[in-house]
T-cell receptor, first 111, second 114 residues
Framework: AQSVAQPEDQVNVAEGNPLTVKCTYSVSGNPYLFWYVQYPNRGLQFLLKYITGDNLVKGSYGFEAEFNKSQTSFHLKKPSALVSDSALYFCAVRGYSTLTFGKGTMLLVSP | DAGVIQSPRHEVTEMGQEVTLRCKPISGHDYLFWYRQTMMRGLELLIYFNNNVPIDDSGMPEDRFSAKMPNASFSTLKIQPSEPRDSAVYFC????????????FGAGTRLSVL
C-alpha cells in the first residue's frame, strides 16, 4: 500500500525568505504526486502535480516542487514566502485505486 | 463554474439524530469523493463514485454511514444515528478522470454532534 510522510507538523518562515515543506512517499510503480493547500474554513485546493517528465514542477501562486526518485521525495518550495501563504499543506500520492494524503504541514509566514 | 457545492456549511445536532450532508459536483466530472477530516486522523476517504456508481466504500466507518448518488449532479452522505465521535469536517470532491486527475473540493460541512 502507498504512504506519504510529512515529517514536520509546522514550518515557520519569515516573509521574503525561501520556504520548503517536506514530503516523502512510498508507492509501487510510477508515482503520481500532488500538493494541495487548505486555507482556514475552506476545502483543499490543488497546487501542482507530478506524473512524468521534468523533475521540477511549477504550480500555482509561485510554488514549485522537486521530484527526487532516489530519495522518494517531493518537497514543496517557494523562493520568497508571503504572509498570505500561511495555510495547511498536504502532499498526496496516487496508489492503485486511491489517493493517500499526508497528515499536513502548517506553514506560518511571519511579517 | 461555481465549483463543488456542499450544504449545509455547519450542522449541529444531538446524538441519535439523523444527519444528511449534500454535495453538488462540478458538471462533467465523473468521479465524486467523500472525505472526513479530523485533527486526530487527518483526511480520510469514506467512499467514492464513478458515473454515479459506488466503487469503494471501504472507508465508511460503520453501517450508520450511507452514501448515495441518484444522479450526476447530486450526492448525499447520511449518518443515522449520529454519535459525538462523528463530529468532523466532511468534504466532497469531484474530478474528471479519477485518481490521476485534480480533485476539486467543496468548502466542507462542519458537523458537531452533541
Amino acid at each position: 500500500a502507498q504512504s506519504v510522510a510529512q515529517p514536520e507538523d509546522q514550518v515557520n518562515v519569515a516573509e521574503g525568505n525561501p520556504l520548503t515543506v517536506k514530503c516523502t512517499y512510498s508507492v509501487s510503480g510510477n508515482p503520481y504526486l500532488f500538493w494541495y493547500v487548505q486555507y482556514p474554513n475552506r476545502g483543499l485546493q490543488f497546487l501542482l502535480k507530478y506524473i512524468t517528465g521534468d523533475n521540477l514542477v511549477k504550480g500555482s501562486y509561485g510554488f514549485e516542487a522537486e521530484f527526487n526518485k532516489s530519495q522518494t521525495s517531493f518537497h514543496l518550495k517557494k523562493p520568497s514566502a508571503l504572509v498570505s501563504d500561511s495555510a495547511l499543506y498536504f502532499c498526496a500520492v496516487r496508489g492503485y485505486s486511491t489517493l493517500t494524503f499526508g497528515k499536513g504541514t502548517m506553514l506560518l509566514v511571519s511579517p | 463554474d461555481a465549483g463543488v457545492i456542499q450544504s449545509p456549511r455547519h450542522e449541529v445536532t444531538e446524538m441519535g439524530q439523523e444527519v444528511t450532508l449534500r454535495c453538488k459536483p462540478i458538471s462533467g466530472h465523473d468521479y465524486l469523493f467523500w472525505y472526513r477530516q479530523t485533527m486526530m486522523r487527518g483526511l480520510e476517504l469514506l467512499i467514492y463514485f464513478n458515473n454515479n456508481v459506488p466503487i469503494d466504500d471501504s472507508g465508511m466507518p460503520e453501517d450508520r454511514f450511507s452514501a448515495k448518488m441518484p444522479n450526476a449532479s447530486f450526492s448525499t452522505l447520511k449518518i443515522q444515528p449520529s454519535e459525538p465521535r462523528d463530529s468532523a469536517v466532511y468534504f466532497c470532491a469531484s474530478s474528471r478522470q479519477g485518481w490521476r486527475d485534480i480533485q476539486y473540493f467543496g468548502a466542507g460541512t462542519r458537523l458537531s454532534v452533541l
